[in-house]
T-cell receptor, first 112, second 112 residues
């Protein structure tokens, strides 16, 4: 079964501390993986996707196929990073319709 | 740019009442989706439409119907609302095929 697991409901860190939001997935094929973010009173938006291999707002995520993980990392957290973060998967291939399978979400709280 | 627009933003229904959530996008996207967001569950796909004229069930379709009225509009109908349908509903659109999904601002629905 296709599944995305985010084991932490809440991650609380101090400003300037490193951040790692965990994401593990279960999928038999080659998935496309994403991180979406929802800031307070804003709509859900794409943060980054693994095929782009880019850094957005200082965040990076590496796909580890051996461990089936796609953890989101940032070396120095900022208060404006406080938000709900969702890891998501979409199946790769011709049958893909862009539908997403989301994890449960992790609330990141960055304290001053 | 309006992007994805949902109406209404808030709604309270009595058990057994019906209502339709409206969604429109102005990005000429082929694919549209309805998700529900519940605490601890993340976002779960209710229905999607890969292209104009087609609709398919997602993970949690029971109690809902959809209509892809045209390329721009994709509505979600609750025929007989139940308290278990209390949730935040998100409409989204994309070009399909592993691309970014754009989300509406959400509809907070309470069924009493």
């Amino acid at each position: 079964a296709q599944r995305v697991t985010q084991p932490e409901k809440l991650l609380s860190v101090f400003k300037g501390a490193p951040v790692e939001l965990k994401c593990n997935y279960s999928y038999s094929g080659s998935p496309e993986l994403f991180w979406y973010v929802q800031y307070s009173r804003q709509r859900l938006q794409l943060l980054l996707r693994h095929i782009s291999r880019e850094s957005i707002k200082g965040f990076t995520a590496d796909l580890n196929k051996g461990e089936t993980s796609f953890h989101l990392k940032k070396p120095f957290a900022q208060e404006e990073d406080s938000a709900m973060y969702y890891c998501a998967l979409t199946p790769h291939g011709s049958s893909n319709t862009g539908k997403l399978i989301f994890g449960q979400g992790t609330t990141l709280q960055v304290k001053p | 740019n309006a992007g994805v627009t949902q109406t209404p933003k808030f709604q309270v229904l009595k058990t057994g009442q019906s209502m339709t959530l409206q969604c429109a996008q102005d990005m000429n996207h082929n694919s549209m989706y309805w998700y529900r967001q519940d605490p601890g569950m993340g976002l779960r796909l209710i229905y999607y439409s890969a292209s104009e004229g087609t609709t398919d069930k997602g993970e949690v379709p029971n109690g809902y119907n959809v209509s892809r009225l045209n390329k721009r509009e994709f509505s979600l109908r609750l025929e007989s609302a139940a308290p278990s349908q209390t949730s935040v509903y998100f409409c989204a659109s994309s070009t399909g095929m592993n691309t970014e999904a754009f989300f509406g601002q959400g509809t907070r629905l309470t069924v009493v």
